[in-house]
């Protein structure tokens, strides 16, 4: 059951702002009204296209907590998405207060400030039954007790692999009413794990939780009856998974590899510079292509575009 049900500005931005990130981003500028009134809203767009940063200004817009290093409320690295949130109107019915906001890529985070968790309720507990704290050498050497108990720990977190212990999140920590804000959370799985990612996403959204999910996953991308919003259009609009450049490009690959490797990949890379660049837009060296696309760097100096 959606709880968030649109999303917009909450007035029309200055010349001054969208000079400025994360206003200057195309999709942000061009942000009209996003109806969300889905279990699951998917963003998908090209990388740098804008996901991220509306995904953070909600997190902060709907006040949910971060699982991960640190809060979007409070993270100094965030400030700019803050100034988004405070111009985002969202639509909600009812207002949802549970759920959270997650980075797959700063899951590591989240395990080590939940092995913190643990160690200062531990640590409060043999206080209040009069057992005395361990104490450690790190401490001495200006770690907190706890920090220090957590990084002797986090083994215990980290016994299952990332892929693994992600998904036992999802069983454990998806409620239906909530609301989930999910940036990327195929990073770490397995093709196979992703299917099983799917189904843990299509049984909690029947249950009534929400979600709204960036992911470049054709596995994702795929969720029955989920709105995709696409960021590579401005202003953002929706399109139906057959229509998914993502999808047709995985797919001309499987059906292909060989062939993908040799002109389709140059083709790819040219059509990336070209829309950073303009039609004009070339690229000379093989040094150029690697720093502007890391994919580039595994392919043969046969790949160099000229
Ligand atoms: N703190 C920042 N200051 C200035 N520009 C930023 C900042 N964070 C991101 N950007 C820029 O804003 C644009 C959108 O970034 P964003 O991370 O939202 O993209 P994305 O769609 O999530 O990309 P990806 O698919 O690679 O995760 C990019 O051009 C990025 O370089
Ligand atoms: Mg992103």
Redesign the pocket.
Known sequence: MPHLIEVGLKRALTEEEVRE??FS?PAVRALERLDVNVPVTLFV?E???????LLEALAAAAELPSLGTSDVGADI?LA?QRRLASLLRLAWRPRSRQGFFLRAEDFFGFQRSQARIDARILREKNESLGIATEQSVATAGGMHVDEEYASRHINRYDARSHGESFLDLFSSRVKPRGLYLLD?PEAPLSPKRQLVLLSLLVGAASSGAQFVV?T?SPILLAFPGARIFS?DDVPIREVAYSDLEHVAVMRDFLNDPDATRGGSARLAARELVQAKEGPGGKVATQGSVRREFGMIQAMPEAMVLT
Not at 47 to 53: E, V, W, Y
């Open positions: 990130f994360p981003v767009g990388n740098g296209s804008g996901k991220s940063t690295t700019a990327e960036a470049h960021f």
